[in-house]
Nanobody
């Protein structure tokens, strides 16, 4: 069992930065690939970024590549999402989630555990 709690969301102007954090409970954190998803009003939840169990591999949605960076600290059971050069279209609720298979991190239904989400609002 893994419980996930996101933090770090807020209101920021376009071009600004935010750092989201996700704290995980449970001793099995390092056995999961971790992902970030987001959901804007009226839209489906979409993949943002993921990091492998060891942290050695990462993958990003094209829309955030070069602007967002995912990282993890298995000693602290945390995963972070550094978001730079934010745009109004990045406005959404951001969720972290745990996936047992690195090869399936782009698939929402492959994730076993989800956080409650944190709101990110980018004003233009």
């Amino acid at each position: 069992q893994v419980q996930l709690v996101e933090s770090g969301g807020g209101l920021v102007q376009a071009g600004g930065s935010l750092r989201l954090s996700c704290a995980a409970s449970g001793r099995t954190f390092s056995s999961y690939a971790m992902g970030w998803f987001r959901q804007a009003p009226g839209k489906e939840r979409e993949f943002v970024a993921a990091i492998s169990q060891s942290g050695g591999s990462t993958t990003y949605a094209d829309s955030v590549k070069g602007r967002f960076t995912i990282s993890r600290d298995n000693a602290k059971n945390t995963v972070n999402l550094q978001m730079n050069s934010l745009k109004s279209e990045d406005t959404a609720v951001y969720y972290c989630a745990a996936c047992p298979r690195w090869g399936r991190v782009g698939v929402l239904t492959e994730y076993d555990y989800w956080g409650q989400g944190t709101q990110v609002t980018v004003s233009s």
